[in-house]
Structure formats: C-alpha cells, structure tokens
C-alpha cells in the first residue's frame, strides 16, 4: 500500500450494506411524506398495498445494487507519500491528502458497523471542511484500520530502535460512578429543558387543549399546587436527560498516549476514537462547573487547531477528575501545559467595575418586575424582584474573585469565571496575536483588557484578562513578545 506499484484497497464488504442502508433511508425520507398521501387519499385496498410491497422491494434491490457499484468504485491507500481516496460510480474523483496535512484519524463505530466488526475512518486535515471529514472510509476491518493509521501517523513519529512497537499507553479511564457523577454535574439540564419544549410542542399536536384542562382540573384543581407539581418533575426529567447524554457520549472514556498522541476513545451506542496530535494542542482549558466547584471536581479540555467544527470549540481531553489530580494527569498526556503557578489578581479598583457590570442586567430586570405588577395589577409585590440586584452583586464580587493571571516561563495562564470557573495554559509561541484594549472609563481609573488568541477548530479562541492594571497589561503584551517574562505584577525578570 505504499509504494507507487501496489494498488489501492478496497473497503470492507460490510461498505455494500452500510451504503444500501444510507441510500434506503435517504429514499424512504424522500419519499415518506408523498407516501402517505398517496395511501391516504387512495384508502388500504388490496391493489394500494401490493404497490407499497413492491415499490420497497424495487428500493431495496437498488440500494444493495447502488451499495456493490459504491464500493467497487471505491478504493484508498497511502501513495507517495499522500493519502488517496478513489470513489464515484458515475463521476469518477480522487482525493489526495499529503500526510503532512493530515491533522488526525479518528474512528467511529456506529450500531451498524457494531455488527459487522468494522470502523467508520475518518482523516482530517487541519483545514477540513466544517461539516462533514476530509475523507472517509465508512467500513474498515480492525486490522485494516489499524494498518492505515499506522502508515499515516508512522511518517509524522520519530523512528523507534526498539524491535517491537508498543501499542498506547493507558493514562486514564472513566468509572462508571464519575461517569455518572459528570452527568450529574454536567450543567446541561438547559439542553434537555429545551428538548423537552421540543417535545411538549409536538405532545401539543395530538392532544387538545382541552384534554390538558381537562387532565389538571381532575388532578390538580389548584394552580399553585400544579406548579409545585410540574417544576420539580420537569426538572428532574431534565436532569435525568442531561445524565443519560453524558453517559451515551462519554462511556468507556479512555485517554491514551503514544508517543506524540493522544487517543480517545469514548461512546455507549456509537464508539468513537479520535487522535489528537501533541504539536496541534493550542492551549488547554481546566473547567470547574458552578455544580463540580464545591466538590473539587474539573474537567480538561484542549483547543486543537483545524480539530472540531466550528471556531472555538475544544475537545474534551478527560470530562471529570479531582482538581487535584489534572497537573499530574497533564504531566503524563500533554507536560508542556502541566503548570499551576500563583495567579496575579486584579486591582483592588476593578471590583467596582465587576460589580457594576454584573448589576446592570439585574437593575433592568428588577425595574420591570417592579412596574409591570404596578401597572397590571396595581400591586407592589413586584418589590421582591429588587432582590436581584444584591444576589447579582456578589455575582460580580465571585467574577472578580476568580479572574486572575500569570506568565510562567513561556506558558500564560489565564483564569476567568462565567457561571463556572476556567483557567486556561496556553504556551507562547501558540498565542496569534496580543492587545491591549482601554476604554475612556478604563482610563480613568487605569486599567484595562489584555485579548489574545489561540487557533482552535476551523478559526480562533480568545482569552481575556478584563480589567487589569493598565501597566500590567503593557508588560504583559511586551513579556509576551519578547524574552523577558514577568514573575507577578509589576516585577520583571529574564525568561
């Protein structure tokens, strides 16, 4: 397969089913909706049925056709020194990927494959397409698969002098009970809230209002005993869908390392394996949820240039260790990031301004918690919403709190907090750009937005340092575009 002579490969015969599977289902979606008009307006005869028989029959027959032609027409290899992709039963193309452009190989095991042994491939470069992989093979034997990625990533490693090549290193697996205690602590209940509004509306389509009025007024005549009701269980089923979510996408969560990659693998139905080269990582983010803080709890998640969808979005490295344990985890999978130094908090001036910022939401809300019951009802308990405002100061006080920063040797460490709190390691020669930002109100006391990026997925990430000092932040930009770093605030020394 890699040399110039050798032929390309063809895919594992599971390909023939696997693509039938996809050209029916694209079919029957096609062709659902004017289906059933058809037989709706035309009645269940005898004559109608048989049509429906032998109309599916005729589509099964032609996808498992279209499925052979597919996967002969389809062949890979790894040719001087690219990666080759052959397909097309019609209109023929082939794909050429240098392999020094090859940012990963990742696999997916779906239910189909499941059954017949065999990987989805897929090979990523780092400026693949948004939407769907640069290539991909959707069936490969486990030997076959292993074979590929060996010949891809074995031209990107340093030879070995050992004889025999030693398969990854196992640094972390996932238990069942952090497995369940991530989702549990995951804070996507707001997801499964909105799934589950998706799925009222849809309730809506088969039961009348009436039907609803009908079912309160028998079960719960009073309204406030109905909210007591429906606000716990909603929210109980929300946080259960949240659970079974991180428990089908994180099961069996494996992180793995060879040599200058790290591997993957995670998923309850669909089994997936990625690679995440070393030298791609551009930064490493420590999260601390609001619900995971109090127990010590984080997870580590990395920005990987040209890796993922979307600009900005990380990959999970492992979703949910003790704080105390992610700089020894990280001095085995990624060391360069492994740094936990003293942060530099902000001035003592800056509080006003976090606090100011944090209220300003709360103020609008309370205002219109305060009139509108004033105006409706001629009511002032609308009073209590001016609760907010103080419950949103201590928001700006914990904001303020948390944020924080340092330059330890070459690598800057940035910590901010939203709801949760992330602290961010990012190396200096991975950081696209450095700016200070400064506006008229900042001036006037001082200080000012220290902005920088690293690449992450298809674009960039940015980290910021919001209201530091103003001479901090010019240090800051000069120690980080130079050699000369800075140990704490206002004190410099040579890197």
């Given at each position: 397969?890699?040399?110039?002579?050798?032929?390309?490969?063809?895919?594992?015969?599971?390909?023939?089913?696997?693509?039938?599977?996809?050209?029916?289902?694209?079919?029957?979606?096609?062709?659902?909706?004017?289906?059933?008009?058809?037989?709706?307006?035309?009645?269940?005869?005898?004559?109608?049925?048989?049509?429906?028989?032998?109309?599916?029959?005729?589509?099964?027959?032609?996808?498992?056709?279209?499925?052979f032609l597919s996967w002969r027409a389809t062949s890979y290899g790894v040719v001087g020194g690219a990666f080759r992709l052959r397909q097309g039963v019609f209109q023929k193309s082939e794909r050429t990927i240098p392999l020094e452009h090859v940012q990963s190989v990742d696999t997916v095991q779906g239910i189909v494959q499941r059954v017949f042994g065999v990987y989805e491939v897929r090979v990523e470069t780092a400026g693949g397409g948004a939407t769907e992989p640069d290539a991909s093979l959707p069936a490969l034997s486990r030997g076959a698969t292993e074979a590929l990625r060996r010949e891809i990533e074995g031209a990107r490693k340093e030879p070995v002098d050992t004889e025999e090549e030693a398969g990854p290193e196992v640094l972390r697996r996932l238990s069942v009970r952090d497995l369940l205690v991530a989702g549990a602590t995951s804070g996507q209940i707001g997801v499964a809230l909105s799934l589950l509004a998706?799925?009222?509306?849809?309730?809506?389509?088969?039961?009348?209002?009436?039907?609803?009025?009908?079912?309160?007024?028998?079960?719960?005549?009073?309204?406030l005993v109905v909210a007591l009701i429906l606000v716990p269980a909603v929210a109980l089923v929300a946080w259960?869908?949240?659970?079974?979510?991180?428990?089908?996408?994180?099961?069996?969560?494996?992180?793995?390392?060879?040599?200058?990659?790290?591997?993957?693998?995670?998923?309850?139905?669909?089994?997936?394996?990625?690679?995440?080269?070393?030298?791609?990582?551009?930064?490493?983010?420590?999260?601390?949820?609001?619900?995971?803080?109090?127990?010590?709890?984080?997870?580590?998640?990395?920005?990987?240039?040209?890796?993922?969808?979307?600009?900005?979005?990380?990959a999970v490295m492992f979703p949910l260790l003790p704080r105390d344990e992610v700089q020894a985890l990280l001095r085995e999978a990624a060391?360069?990031?492994?740094?936990?130094?003293?942060?530099?908090?902000?001035?003592?001036?800056?509080?006003?301004?976090?606090?100011f910022r944090a209220c300003i939401p709360a103020v609008v809300l309370a205002a219109a918690g305060v009139l509108v019951p004033l105006l409706v009802f001629d009511a002032f308990f609308g009073l209590l919403s001016a609760l907010l405002i103080p419950a949103f100061a201590v928001?700006?006080?914990?904001?303020?709190?948390?944020?924080?920063?340092?330059?330890?040797?070459?690598?800057?460490?940035?910590?901010s907090r939203n709801l949760g709190r992330v602290t961010v390691v990012a190396p200096r020669r991975r950081l696209q750009s450095r700016s200070v930002l400064?506006?008229?109100?900042?001036?006037?006391?001082?200080?000012?937005?220290?902005?920088?990026?690293?690449?992450?997925?298809?674009?960039?990430?940015?980290?910021?340092?919001?209201?530091?000092?103003?001479?901090?932040?010019?240090?800051?930009?000069?120690?980080?575009?130079?050699?000369?770093?800075?140990?704490?605030?206002?004190?410099?020394?040579?890197?």
């Amino acid at each position: 397969m890699s040399s110039e002579a050798e032929p390309l490969l063809h895919l594992h015969p599971a390909a023939m089913v696997i693509d039938a599977l996809k050209s029916v289902r694209r079919l029957v979606s096609a062709s659902a909706l004017p289906g059933i008009i058809v037989l709706f307006s035309q009645g269940l005869s005898p004559l109608t049925i048989f049509l429906v028989l032998l109309g599916a029959v005729v589509l099964v027959v032609l996808a498992a056709v279209w499925g052979f032609l597919s996967w002969r027409a389809t062949s890979y290899g790894v040719v001087g020194g690219a990666f080759r992709l052959r397909q097309g039963v019609f209109q023929k193309s082939e794909r050429t990927i240098p392999l020094e452009h090859v940012q990963s190989v990742d696999t997916v095991q779906g239910i189909v494959q499941r059954v017949f042994g065999v990987y989805e491939v897929r090979v990523e470069t780092a400026g693949g397409g948004a939407t769907e992989p640069d290539a991909s093979l959707p069936a490969l034997s486990r030997g076959a698969t292993e074979a590929l990625r060996r010949e891809i990533e074995g031209a990107r490693k340093e030879p070995v002098d050992t004889e025999e090549e030693a398969g990854p290193e196992v640094l972390r697996r996932l238990s069942v009970r952090d497995l369940l205690v991530a989702g549990a602590t995951s804070g996507q209940i707001g997801v499964a809230l909105s799934l589950l509004a998706v799925g009222s509306q849809v309730f809506d389509e088969f039961f009348s209002e009436a039907f609803f009025r009908d079912l309160v007024d028998r079960v719960a005549p009073n309204a406030l005993v109905v909210a007591l009701i429906l606000v716990p269980a909603v929210a109980l089923v929300a946080w259960l869908l949240a659970i079974a979510g991180t428990v089908l996408a994180h099961f069996g969560f494996t992180l793995s390392r060879d040599g200058d990659f790290l591997y993957i693998k995670r998923g309850l139905l669909e089994r997936r394996e990625a690679t995440i080269p070393l030298g791609r990582i551009q930064a490493v983010r420590v999260s601390e949820g609001v619900l995971r803080q109090p127990f010590g709890l984080a997870s580590l998640r990395v920005e990987s240039a040209g890796y993922g969808e979307d600009a900005g979005v990380s990959a999970v490295m492992f979703p949910l260790l003790p704080r105390d344990e992610v700089q020894a985890l990280l001095r085995e999978a990624a060391p360069e990031f492994a740094v936990d130094p003293p942060l530099n908090a902000l001035p003592r001036r800056a509080l006003r301004r976090y606090v100011f910022r944090a209220c300003i939401p709360a103020v609008v809300l309370a205002a219109a918690g305060v009139l509108v019951p004033l105006l409706v009802f001629d009511a002032f308990f609308g009073l209590l919403s001016a609760l907010l405002i103080p419950a949103f100061a201590v928001y700006g006080w914990l904001r303020f709190r948390a944020a924080g920063w340092a330059l330890e040797g070459d690598r800057l460490v940035v910590r901010s907090r939203n709801l949760g709190r992330v602290t961010v390691v990012a190396p200096r020669r991975r950081l696209q750009s450095r700016s200070v930002l400064q506006s008229p109100f900042q001036r006037r006391v001082r200080l000012a937005t220290f902005e920088t990026e690293v690449a992450s997925g298809g674009g960039g990430s940015a980290l910021e340092v919001t209201d530091l000092g103003f001479e901090d932040a010019r240090r800051l930009v000069e120690a980080l575009s130079s050699r000369v770093s800075i140990k704490k605030s206002g004190e410099e020394r040579p890197a």
